[in-house]
């Protein structure tokens, strides 16, 4: 198993920036992707970013330009860098883990809230 510990949610006013982290523990070896995941009260949850072990990585069309995902396999971390953030940003950010069988393990996550 995977367990995964998010940090870094925070109230920013529009435009600001926040980092968000995530440590992973447990089986690490069997992660293969790595990525951010956010839900809005009364929407979906919804891919924000992802990163392989290659560093190969894929955005959400709203975040592109703005965000970037980064991970530290030495320390199992994954982060992700929020820029000129916006208040349709303001969400619970969820990290997440796929690990090989293509089980997916999740974090608690993080608020992160932008004022306008």
């Known amino acids: 198993q995977v367990q995964l510990v998010e940090s870094g949610g925070d109230l920013v006013q529009a435009g600001g920036s926040l980092r968000l982290s995530c440590a992973a523990s447990?089986?690490?070896?069997?992660?293969?992707?790595m990525g951010w995941y956010r839900q809005a009260p009364g929407k979906q949850r919804e891919l924000v970013a992802d990163?392989?072990?290659?560093?190969?990585?894929n955005y959400a069309d709203s975040v592109k330009g703005r965000f970037t995902i980064s991970r530290d396999n030495a320390k199992n971390a994954v982060y992700l860098q929020m820029n000129s953030l916006k208040p349709e940003d303001t969400a619970v950010y969820y990290c997440?883990?796929?690990?090989?069988?293509?089980?997916?393990?999740w974090g608690q996550g993080t608020q992160v809230t932008v004022s306008s």
């Open positions: 997440a883990a796929r690990v090989v069988g293509a089980t997916t393990f």
């Open positions: 447990g089986n690490v070896a069997s992660i293969v992707v």
């Open positions: 990163i392989t072990g290659l560093r190969r990585t």
